[in-house]
């Protein structure tokens, strides 16, 4: 196993920069999530680690070894794709030996490896089938078999989950998270979904337009956002975001005053973007802010209600019932101590 580190990233098609400058330290071991936006660059940074596109300027470096110029098959990586990338013509066995064939490994000894793999992933029963008889779930285990089958050190997933149900996505996220922790082999994991990072990841790398927003494990990025971008990226349902303007020691926004996050310390007049997650809005006789219900969305185990308050759009998260409807008339308070405050003409966090 080894880690990655990446220093002055950079790549451009033509004219047009698509990744500026990235640095970003993957340790040993780790399980990294990319996210971002569709057309941020995270799909490119992975196909530069492993070799199939190439490097405009800066370094990637696998273990000790500078691998800029080296060609994928000589990186020690191995990439499972969202679209399987199976071999229709080849049994469930072939298609996870067949890197190794290529190799010149002896038949017994791949025979073995495809056995143990297969066994690790619960496709034992399905070794001689095609790939045309398996469902989505089971092809997906069986183009990461073709992974583990290598030993590499460093396993390379594209969005993996992305032509899955959800049901199946939510079962092979625990199962690839499984796998992790029991290879403990480095991971590098793309996907646009915010929920499979927060859910999978040691360390999350949050991407918007080609550069890093913010590194961190993911209850920090929850906790405490860098910017505006990031606080309206993670978390599902999106955090409340509102425009205002500090007066009097608060924030004058929502036809209310607000109250400032702990510590913050803005200056007077100044515009800002205060923030509360939907979870941290509560009913409250005599709250600041006025709302009217405008959908109600109850899913069991908490309610989802899109609101309206002075013209902005605000969601609260619910986990007692309530007898919402759509036009009804609340006061909400937020939690004090679950504030948060960013500039407005920088985006970047205040308090």
């Known amino acids: ?29 780790a399980f990294v999530v990319l996210v971002g936006p569709s057309g941020c660059g995270k799909s490119t940074l992975l196909r530069m680690i492993a070799g199939l596109e190439g490097i405009g300027s800066g370094t ?69 089938r095609y790939p045309r008889a398996l469902s989505g779930g089971q092809r997906q285990r069986v183009a990461m078999g073709r992974a583990i089958v290598r030993d590499p050190q460093v396993f390379l997933f594209d969005e993996p989950l992305s032509n899955l149900d959800a049901k199946l996505r939510v079962q092979m996220r625990t199962e690839i998270r499984e796998l992790h922790q029991r290879l403990k082999t480095t991971t590098v994991y793309v996907t646009h979904d915010q929920i499979e990072a927060m859910t999978m990841a040691d360390k999350i790398v949050v991407l918007n337009g080609g550069r890093i927003e913010q590194i961190g494990a993911p209850l920090d990025l ?12 993670i978390g599902s349902p999106a955090m409340n975001l509102v425009r205002g303007r500090v007066e009097g020691g608060e924030v004058a926004a929502l036809g209310a005053r607000l109250p400032l996050p702990p510590g913050a310390r803005p200056a007077e007049g ?31 185990l908490e309610t989802h209600v899109a609101l309206r308050a002075a013209g902005a759009d605000l969601v609260g998260l619910f986990r007692e019932r309530h007898a919402f409807r759509p036009g009804q008339a609340l006061r909400l308070a ?4 679950a504030l948060h405050l960013f500039d407005a003409a920088s985006g970047a966090r205040m308090g």
């Open 60 to 128: 990637i470096q696998i273990g000790e070894r500078v691998v800029n110029n080296l060609p994928p098959a000589e990186r020690d990586i191995a990439m499972v794709f969202q679209n399987y990338a199976l071999y229709p013509h080849k049994t469930v066995a072939a298609n996870m030996g067949f890197a190794l064939k290529l190799r010149g490994v002896p038949r017994a000894q791949i025979r073995a490896k495809v056995e143990k793999a297969a066994e690790v992933l619960g496709l034992v029963p399905y070794l001689d």
């Open 222 to 233: 929850y906790d405490r956002p860098a910017n505006v971008f990031v606080a309206g990226f």
């Open 1 to 29: 196993m080894a880690g990655v580190t990446i220093r002055s990233l950079r790549k451009a098609y033509g004219a047009v920069e698509v990744l500026h400058g990235l640095d970003i330290d993957i340790p040993d071991g």
């Open 334 to 337: 937020a939690d004090p101590q």
């Open 270 to 300: 100044q515009a800002v973007v205060w923030g509360v997650r939907p979870e941290h809005l509560a009913l409250a006789d005599g709250g600041p802010i006025a709302a009217t219900v405008a959908v109600v969305e109850p899913t069991g």
